[in-house]
């Protein structure tokens, strides 16, 4: 049988002492210090993932490092205890391995990972953009907004999700921002962008200002802190959410009932599956990047897919047809942990009509 890995970590301490049930009253130092000395660990087996053409099974391993330890500690010990997550899944039996949550994004975003392994790997970014997208404009449909003539904002524009994500969506909007730290490398990708598509995107490092008049935002960095807060959005807007941990504030969620925060890259799984391990998610569903390792496993792709800074639009393009091939689709939308029901959406917008109206 055709088999695949995903590396997966704690995002905090929580998450730690949810599945180290001993640790729930340590402080939080002493849980990373313990972390730090565990060996990558088997999580779960998981099965039943069948499409027309194939079925496989697969394993979640877990790195045993919080997201704050994976950006503070040293580089090569982080790279060094993902790597062992990789030989872990290797001598699993998996053909190819993903990469999640911040796995995928320190050094060199799995390069380094990959020359180290003997067995394909992905970080799953090229379904994560496509079905960022799709759920952003269809969010915005939902809304009563035509993304075309919406102001529309990429935050994190210059990482590879972003960059790819501001490519695709320049090819279908009339108003897109560029929003990222570095103006140099923003600048790059809006001279991309206008040589190839013909729009000019406007481009700043002031998140709080391009927020003030967006319609519709994706946002995609690999900050530790969460960027976007309650004050910052205006009413109706639709914000989908791709980073881990959220770039938006769960006070946005309790504040604002007339914006519509969805998470990005909720993907329905096809066949019976069973991931064995609970991560907040409907039964069958995954992440967009888990399932981009298992679209690869079922279509026998054993290579390295979606690596390092440089995504192209070609392999989103690539993955959608593989995807959509094997059966994988959009899942709905989820909301800080929870399924946003079309009851949810219509409510709020209501309530960003009703908001807009008493401003007038």
Same mark, same amino acid.
């Given at each position: 049988?055709?088999?695949? $890995?995903?590396?997966?970590?704690?995002? +905090?301490?929580?998450?730690?002492?949810?599945?180290?049930?001993?640790?729930?009253?340590?402080?939080?130092?002493? !849980?990373?210090? !313990?972390?730090?000395?565990?060996?990558? &660990?088997?999580?779960?087996?998981?099965?039943?993932?069948? =499409?027309?053409?194939?079925?496989?099974?697969?394993?979640?391993?877990?790195?045993?490092?919080?997201?704050?330890?994976?950006?503070?500690?040293?580089?090569?010990?982080?790279? %060094?205890?993902?790597?062992?997550?990789?030989?872990?899944?290797?001598?699993?039996?998996?053909? !190819?391995?993903?990469?999640?949550?911040?796995?995928?994004?320190?050094? +060199? $975003?799995?390069?380094?990972?990959?020359?180290?392994?003997?067995?394909?790997?992905?970080?799953? %970014? =090229?379904?994560?953009? $496509?079905?960022?997208?799709? @759920?952003?404009?269809?969010?915005?449909?939902?809304?009563?907004?035509?993304?075309? %003539?919406? /102001?529309?904002?990429?935050?994190?524009?210059?990482?590879?999700?972003?960059?790819?994500?501001? *490519?695709?969506?320049?090819?279908?909007?009339?108003?897109?921002?560029?929003?990222?730290?570095?103006?140099?490398?923003?600048?790059?990708?809006?001279?991309?962008?206008?040589?190839? #598509?013909?729009?000019?995107?406007?481009?700043?490092?002031?998140?709080?200002?391009?927020?003030?008049?967006?319609?519709?935002?994706?946002?995609?960095?690999? =900050?530790?802190?969460?960027?976007?807060?309650? /004050?910052?959005?205006?009413?109706?807007?639709?914000?989908? +959410?791709? =980073?881990?941990?959220?770039?938006?504030?769960?006070?946005? $969620? *309790?504040?604002?009932?007339?914006?519509?925060?969805?998470?990005?890259?909720?993907?329905?799984?096809?066949? +019976?599956? %069973?991931?064995?391990?609970?991560?907040?998610?409907?039964?069958?569903?995954?992440?967009?990047?888990?399932?981009?390792?298992?679209?690869?496993?079922?279509?026998?792709?054993?290579?390295?897919?979606?690596? @390092?800074?440089?995504? #192209?639009?070609?392999?989103?393009?690539?993955?959608?047809?593989?995807?959509?091939?094997?059966?994988?689709?959009?899942?709905?939308?989820?909301?800080?942990?929870?399924? &946003?029901?079309?009851?949810?959406?219509?409510?709020?917008?209501?309530?960003?009509?009703?908001?807009?109206?008493?401003?007038?």
């Amino acid at each position: 049988m055709d088999n695949f $890995a995903f590396i997966i970590h704690p995002i +905090d301490v929580d998450d730690a002492s949810r599945k180290f049930k001993f640790m729930k009253n340590w402080p939080d130092n002493l !849980i990373e210090g !313990i972390l730090k000395l565990l060996p990558p &660990v088997k999580v779960s087996h998981i099965t039943g993932v069948k =499409s027309e053409y194939n079925e496989i099974e697969g394993w979640f391993v877990g790195c045993p490092l919080t997201t704050r330890q994976m950006m503070t500690l040293p580089e090569n010990f982080v790279l %060094n205890k993902i790597i062992k997550a990789g030989k872990l899944a290797e001598k699993l039996g998996a053909k !190819i391995v993903g990469l999640g949550a911040f796995t995928s994004v320190v050094g +060199d $975003a799995g390069i380094t990972i990959a020359k180290n392994l003997k067995i394909a790997v992905t970080s799953g %970014n =090229s379904y994560t953009v $496509a079905t960022a997208i799709e @759920g952003a404009k269809e969010a915005a449909k939902l809304m009563g907004k035509d993304i075309k %003539n919406a /102001e529309v904002v990429v935050i994190g524009a210059t990482g590879s999700i972003g960059k790819v994500c501001s *490519e695709i969506l320049a090819k279908e909007v009339r108003y897109l921002t560029l929003v990222g730290r570095n103006t140099e490398k923003l600048e790059a990708v809006a001279e991309k962008i206008l040589r190839e #598509t013909g729009l000019s995107a406007r481009i700043t490092s002031n998140v709080k200002n391009a927020l003030k008049k967006a319609d519709v935002v994706i946002t995609v960095t690999s =900050s530790v802190d969460t960027i976007i807060e309650p /004050e910052d959005l205006k009413p109706g807007a639709v914000v989908c +959410d791709v =980073s881990r941990p959220r770039d938006v504030s769960k006070e946005v $969620a *309790e504040k604002r009932d007339d914006v519509l925060i969805i998470e990005g890259g909720v993907v329905e799984v096809p066949g +019976d599956v %069973n991931f064995n391990f609970n991560f907040g998610f409907e039964p069958k569903t995954a992440y967009a990047c888990m399932a981009e390792t298992m679209i690869l496993a079922l279509e026998k792709r054993y290579e390295n897919f979606s690596l @390092g800074r440089d995504l #192209t639009v070609e392999q989103v393009e690539e993955i959608s047809r593989l995807a959509k091939k094997h059966g994988f689709k959009l899942a709905g939308f989820r909301s800080f942990e929870r399924p &946003v029901t079309k009851e949810h959406i219509e409510k709020v917008k209501r309530n960003a009509e009703a908001k807009l109206k008493s401003t007038l």
